[in-house]
């Protein structure tokens, strides 16, 4: 079954770096787009980037100090959020939408503060 498990959260200093992970299993990974996701408290669940084979996208809020990636070997998706700000505190969810399902990790929680 699908199985999307994240981790590398944390508490880091406004400024400071963070490398996120997304491990997948139970699909062809390397054939669908991911998503990364974010929920901070009393907020709706809000997407932050999306990774396909060629491209990725993001949202405004974090473009030019997040990255994602995509290591297809080893069926893991990546974020790197540098520059980060308290308003970057959140749980941060992947997302995989597989044979028009859509699946949800566990969640991994960013805290920013100094």
């Known amino acids: 079954q699908v199985q999307l498990v994240e981790s590398g959260g944390g508490l880091v200093q406004p400024g400071g770096s963070l490398r996120l992970s997304c491990a997948a299993s139970?699909?062809?990974?390397?054939?669908?787009?991911m998503r990364w996701y974010r929920q901070a408290p009393g907020k709706e669940r809000e997407w932050v980037a999306t990774?396909?084979?060629?491209?990725?996208e993001y949202a405004d809020s974090v473009k030019g100090r997040f990255t994602s990636s995509r290591d297809n070997a080893k069926n893991t998706m990546f974020l790197q959020m540098n520059s980060l700000k308290p308003e970057d505190t959140a749980l941060y969810y992947c997302?995989?939408?597989?044979?028009?399902?859509?699946?949800w990790g566990q969640g991994t929680q960013v805290t920013v503060s100094s």
């Open positions: 139970g699909f062809a990974f390397s054939r669908y787009a």
């Open positions: 997302r995989a939408t597989v044979d028009y399902k859509v699946y």
């Open positions: 990774t396909g084979s060629i491209s990725t």
